[in-house]
């Protein structure tokens, strides 16, 4: 599945173990909530989020992830420098 690709040829060779796109049923470590404004104040968004990420929006990560994202590029060990 797309999930799969991302996590086996992205995610873990690049050590991101904290970024994914998990159905919202499963409990995810570390991943805060956001708000929203309502009529009556501040509201929990979790409702608002698409059930699943896809490529266009609604994954989540860290910023440690994302500097070993980069990093992996910047290394070539997701894609070489020719790519």
């Known amino acids: 599945s797309y999930h799969d690709v991302l996590r086996e040829r992205i995610f ?3 050590g ?3 970024t994914g796109a ?3 049923d499963r409990v995810r470590a570390r991943v805060s909530i956001g ?3 309502t009529e009556s104040g ?3 968004n979790r ?3 698409p059930w699943r990420g896809t490529a266009a929006g609604g994954g989540y990560t ?3 992830d994302l500097l070993r ?3 992996a590029l910047l290394t070539e060990r997701l894609l070489r420098s020719a790519s």
């Open 12 to 14: 873990k060779p690049a």
């Open 16 to 18: 991101m173990h904290d």
């Open 22 to 24: 998990e159905p919202e």
């Open 35 to 37: 708000y929203t404004r």
């Open 42 to 44: 501040l509201a929990d």
């Open 47 to 49: 409702d608002l989020l």
């Open 62 to 64: 860290t910023v440690g």
């Open 69 to 71: 994202f980069a990093d």
